[in-house]
């Protein structure tokens, strides 16, 4: 079992950018996938980016527009996530995930079912 902290959350304004880190404590880090959901209050959990354990895979929710990156230190056992020119439709809680990566990093890591482990989420809240 992995223990994940997020960091990193806060306020901005339209255009401007945040940086997520994820730390991750207990078991082997390295053959986790990892992940970055989001959640506005009332909704369902909305997929953004994803990271094979080696990190030369990612995955991208596709409303982005290459606004964000996904990266990882495996041998910091952290996981990062960059977001660039923020928009107001960007405010939601942003939660980190990981889960055992089975063989091949494919798109079954863009959803919920893989990850069985979770941080407790911080708040990004973009201004207009």
């Known amino acids: 079992q992995i223990q994940l902290a997020e960091s990193g959350g806060g306020l901005v304004q339209a255009g401007g950018s945040l940086g997520l880190s994820c730390a991750a404590s207990?078991?082997?880090?390295?053959?986790?996938?990892m992940a970055w959901f989001r959640q506005v209050p009332g909704l369902d959990y909305e997929f953004v980016a994803s990271?094979?354990?080696?990190?030369?895979?990612?995955y991208y929710a596709d409303s982005l527009e290459g606004r964000f990156t996904i990266s990882r230190d495996n041998a910091g056992n952290t996981a990062f996530l960059q977001m660039n020119n923020l928009k107001p439709e960007d405010t939601a809680v942003y939660y980190c995930?990981?889960?055992?990566?089975?063989?091949?990093?494919?798109?079954?890591?863009?959803?919920?079912?893989?990850?069985?482990?979770w941080g407790q989420g911080t708040q990004v809240t973009v201004s207009s």
């Open positions: 207990g078991r082997a880090y390295h053959n986790y996938a």
């Open positions: 995930a990981a889960g055992t990566q089975l063989g091949r990093f494919t798109e079954y890591y863009r959803r919920l079912g893989p990850y069985e482990y």
């Open positions: 990271i094979a354990w080696g990190g030369a895979s990612t």
